[in-house]
């Protein structure tokens, strides 16, 4: 990153949470992929190491009141939303962000959400992502991608 580095005000191993793991919490068809989820925030929260978007909060409104089967209530989903946002570390998707993600799509064929995720957290400074939408194990410009549903992943191993 340029000019004065990334704006890192939260401990180096906070990891970037994308949309799907949040709506894996409330995905009764997965039931898998839920007890994953709640195992994984729930020790996340303990060690006040995670972190979302305002991108990813907004797709968490809108895949948990259109895209979950059963879909949740508006006021259920706003609730839950209120409470990702006290839980949570909140990343601001800036121009520099939207700029960044922009230039990831055209260097790295991204989709422009994959790239704008990415650039939040590369911009401000954090080195992991967890979601299934990458390569998990694969970096990109310093940013890691590990997939918290995939065969054998273990939390401690990525918390001090």
Known sequence: MEAGGPLRSWPIDTFLLDTNVLVYLY???????????????????????????????????????????PPLSVETALSELERHVQVWTVLQVTTEVILAAARAVRDHKLTFWDAQLWAAAKIHGLETIFSEDFDSGSTLGGVRFINPFEPGFHLPKFLP
């Open 27 to 69: 995905d009764i068809s997965t039931p898998d992929k839920q007890s994953q989820a709640i195992a994984t925030l729930r020790r996340l929260e303990e060690h006040s190491a995670g972190a979302v978007s305002t991108q990813v909060l907004s797709e968490f409104f809108n895949a948990a009141t259109l895209r979950l089967r």
